[in-house]
């Protein structure tokens, strides 16, 4: 039990005494989360409005494939990830593996589904009747579609959230695609592991809990931004 | 001559291969005032979809004052509104659901909190109170003058109603009723309501469209009687029996689920058992209810047989010397040639 209280206090000393490995991987996490998340909003919120909206051939199939990859495991992207961005693989010559943009890519994969199956959810679950009343206000085709978004907000948030949580705790691609590499590619669960690995379990703890006050924040600030909307 | 608001012609809309609506040739004149009734599924809602542009007609063509127009045209986009039954708030505040449309529109911004606190001060809400309220923190009859207020606020040039006060209590159902006449008198606005509440809408409709399966079967006037039939023990006739064992009698259905309708002109009325001719039937019942429609100077009487209400519509100077009165048992007749089928 004393570890998890000196990871504690390590945590809080590693952060006020500015480490330079600890910034280093906090940095790495947020600049790899950062690039997956927005790539996986800007390609998710869209594709996801698009499936709870319309009606398509396929659609169930596309919706039944997307939900099941919601549960993709994290091992298994990073191979196919890494066997695309290897120096044979099609993506080799873009010298993408063992960078951030690598994990990043990696990642966008894991939270894609994700946020296009809530998002079309939450699509799915407005009511017919907002429709009716966006026309019967005199809305556009354009109007309709960004009011519809905007109803769905709490939805598309709670998508996003649940994206970035699988994003910031996956340790799969970061370890295979990154490589874990000290003062690069080495984000917080990869150093987690590799400290566990190394015995130094009050400096895994320590990181882990850093790891938690990222999670923390993001999600206090989504949550008072919509509790001001 | 009035200028139509709506031309509808041969308009047809399927949902499933069923078909919900089947209109030949429908006139709404401009600035009046149009009353749908009918049974639930009768198609009135459907109907009122289209006109509002909402949904397009499968087959059939709409002119809104002689112009084609189709859903998210802009020549119906803003002159269109139409207030479901129960009516749908946007997430956010009173005040940012009424100045939902007025910001479609554009316009001069600094005139919306005025435009809006007239707006609420129409239906009944106070502005001070109500416009910062959440959409979550009103009642059923708040949200809807609320949504009936977002209508309002855009001063449109039609405005269809669907079932507006059916799930309100009695004070926002008159305050609604009121609006919607202030809009018709004050701006020209035409409006065309569907309703249950057929006094209301006898009371105060320049017309009213009775629809049933889908199709303008008269002036809301009409008595319709569902089946199943069965053959009557003449085997000339088919009959129904009514809950209290009296038995409705009609000739040869289409089918054993037809429903009959039977003008409620071709009906009498007496309070003593009536003489019949050779091809007529008559029914004992119980007035139900008494209403005036001033507009034409007639008494709307409903007479209670077992689970049917038949309503007919008699001059005043008879009903003065009839002598009605709720309560009072009566008996209607009518010739089985009167007798049409849906």
Known sequence: MNYIIDGLFQAIQLLIHGDGETYSAVYATIRVSAYSMTVSLLIGIPAGFLMGHHDFLWKKQIRTITDTMMSLPTVLVGLLVYAFLTNR?????????FSLEGIAIGQAILALPIVIALTASAIES???????????????RRQVLFSTL???RYGILAASMNAFGRVLTEVGIAMMVGGNIKWHTRTITTAIALETNKGEFVTGVALGLVLMAIAFIVNFSLSFLRNRS | MNKSAYHLTGVKKFYNRHTSVDIEDLL??????????????????????????IDRPSEGTILFK????????DTVRFRVS??????????????????????????????????????????????????????????????????????????????????????????????????????????G???????????????????????????????????????PWKLGESGLYREKTLEDGQIVKVPEPPSSESAAVILQSFITLSSH???????????????????????????????????????????????????LFPGQSVYIAYPLSAVTWY
């Open chain 1, 89 to 97: 693989g099609p993506l080799g010559e873009y010298g993408l593996l």
């Open chain 1, 126 to 140: 407005m009511d017919e009747k907002l429709r009716v009343t966006l026309v019967s206000l005199g809305a556009s």
């Open chain 1, 150 to 152: 905007w109803e769905a």
């Open chain 2, 28 to 53: 709404i004149p401009q600035s009046s005032i149009t009353g749908l009734v009918g049974p639930n599924g009768s198609g009135k809602s459907t109907l009122l979809n289209m006109l509002a542009f």
């Open chain 2, 66 to 73: 002689d112009h084609k127009a189709e859903p998210f045209s």
């Open chain 2, 82 to 187: 139409l207030l479901a039954q129960e009516p749908y708030l946007l997430k956010r505040s009173v005040y940012e659901n009424i100045v939902y449309g007025l910001k479609l529109r554009g316009g001069d911004s600094s005139l919306y909190p005025k435009q809006i606190n007239e707006a609420l001060a129409l239906v009944g809400l106070s502005p001070r109170e109500f416009s910062n309220r959440p959409w979550y923190g009103l009642s059923g009859g708040e949200s809807q003058r609320v949504a009936l207020a977002a209508r309002l606020v855009l001063k449109p040039e039609v405005l269809l109603l669907d079932e507006p006060t059916a799930s309100v209590d009695a004070d926002s159902a008159g305050r609604i009723m009121d609006c919607a006449l202030m809009a018709s008198k004050e701006w």
């Open chain 2, 189 to 227: 606005t035409t409006l065309v309501i569907a309703s249950h509440d057929w006094k209301w809408l006898h009371e105060i409709c320049g017309n009213v469209l009775q629809m049933f399966k889908g199709k303008i079967v008269g002036n809301g006037m009409e008595n319709i009687i569902f089946g």
């Open chain 2, 273 to 323: 058992e009536p003489a019949l001719k050779h091809d007529e039937h008559a029914l004992k019942g119980v007035i139900a209810q008494i209403s005036l429609e001033p507009a034409i100077n007639a008494i709307m009487v409903s007479i209670r047989t077992g689970n049917q209400t038949f309503t007919l519509r008699i001059p005043q100077e008879k009903a003065r010397e009839t002598a």
